[in-house]
C-alpha cells in the first residue's frame, strides 16, 4: 500500500555557471505508516527531492503520485487540500518564521490560514492539545521561540506540522542541530507519533546513525542520483 509514488524525478537549476542537475532522475515509493530515510552527503539533492514532492518547489521533470492522485496535475483546491495532507520539519524551524510570534501564535497559524477554527477559544483549545501531544508544557504557551531550548522550538515545529491532520511528512535534518541527548528524544516522540497518528515519513539526514533504528528503508543519494536503496536492516547486516 504505496502512499507515495516518484518516478524519474527531475529538478535543474539554472545557475550562472549553468545548470545544476540538483535531482537527476529519482524514482521511490513509500508505503503507508512506514518511514523512508534519505542518506547522502550535503549538496546530493535530498533538500530538493523533499520540496518538490511538496511542491514548493516545481520539478522539472518526472511524477509524483500521493495517494494515487497526481500532484503535479493537481489545480487550486486540490492543492490547498494537499497542503494540509502533507508537511515538512525544517531542521531550523524558525528561519522563516516572524521572531515575534509567539509559540501560540505559530501552532496556530496553519490552523487560521486553513481556516479550520472558528473562534479564539477553540483555537487555543486546539494550540494547547498540540502543545500536549508533542511534550510542550502549557506554561510556555506564550513564550518567543530564542526564549527556548533547541530541543522545545523543535517540538513546536512538530506540532505545527501536525497542526491540520496530515499523513505524510517531510522530515528535513529535523534533529541534525541538536545535541545528541536531545536528538533521541526527540526522535523518541517523532517514532511514537508514528505509531499513534499511522504517519508517512521521508526522513533526511546527511547521518546515518539517526535513522538507522527508525527508517524501514533506506536510500542513498548521490550527486542527484539515488544510488542504493535497501531494507534497514539489510544495509546493516554483518558480512
Ligand atoms: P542536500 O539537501 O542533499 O544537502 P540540496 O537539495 O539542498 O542538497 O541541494 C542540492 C544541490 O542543489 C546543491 O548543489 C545546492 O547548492 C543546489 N541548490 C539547491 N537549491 C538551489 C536553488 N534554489 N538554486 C540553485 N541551486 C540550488
Ligand atoms: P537546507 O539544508 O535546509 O536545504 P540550504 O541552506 O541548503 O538549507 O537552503 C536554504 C534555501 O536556499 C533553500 O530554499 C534552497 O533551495 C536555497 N538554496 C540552496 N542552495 C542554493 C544555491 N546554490 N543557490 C540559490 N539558492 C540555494
Redo the contacts with the bound molecule.
Keep these: 500500500n504505496k502512499i507515495l509514488e516518484v518516478k524519474n524525478l527531475k529538478k535543474y537549476?539554472n545557475?550562472p555557471k549553468g545548470t545544476l542537475h540538483a535531482v537527476d532522475g529519482v524514482t521511490f515509493a513509500i508505503e503507508k505508516g512506514k518511514t523512508l530515510g534519505v542518506v547522502g552527503e550535503s549538496g546530493c539533492g535530498k533538500?530538493?527531492t523533499g520540496?518538490v514532492i511538496l511542491r514548493l518547489?516545481e520539478a522539472t521533470d518526472g511524477e509524483i503520485y500521493f495517494e494515487g492522485k497526481n500532484v503535479r496535475e493537481l489545480d487550486k483546491k486540490e492543492m490547498i487540500k494537499l497542503r494540509e495532507e502533507m508537511q515538512i520539519i525544517?531542521?531550523d524551524p524558525f528561519a522563516s518564521l516572524n521572531p515575534r510570534m509567539t509559540v501560540s501564535e505559530i501552532i496556530g497559524e496553519p490552523l487560521l490560514i486553513h481556516k479550520k477554527c472558528t473562534n479564539k477559544v477553540d483555537l487555543q483549545k486546539k494550540v494547547k492539545d498540540l502543545m500536549d501531544t508533542v511534550g510542550l508544557s502549557q506554561r510556555l504557551i506564550n513564550a518567543y521561540p530564542h526564549e527556548l531550548d533547541g530541543g522545545r522550538r523543535q517540538r513546536i515545529g512538530i506540532a505545527r506540522a501536525l497542526a491540520l491532520n496530515p499523513k505524510f511528512i517531510v522530515c528535513?535534518?529535523p534533529v541534525s542541530a541538536l545535541d545528541v541527548s536531545i536528538q533521541a528524544q526527540v526522535l523518541n516522540l517523532m517514532k511514537d507519533l508514528q505509531e499513534e497518528l499511522g504517519l508517512t515519513y521521508m526522513f533526511i539526514t546527511h547521518d546515518l546513525s539517526v535513522v538507522k533504528h527508525f527508517s524501514d528503508e533506506i536510500a542513498v543519494m548521490y550527486l542527484g542520483e539515488l544510488v542504493e536503496k535497501a531494507s534497514a536492516k539489510d544495509l546493516f547486516k554483518n558480512p
Design positions: 537549476f545557475t533538500s530538493t520540496r518547489l525544517f531542521q528535513d535534518e
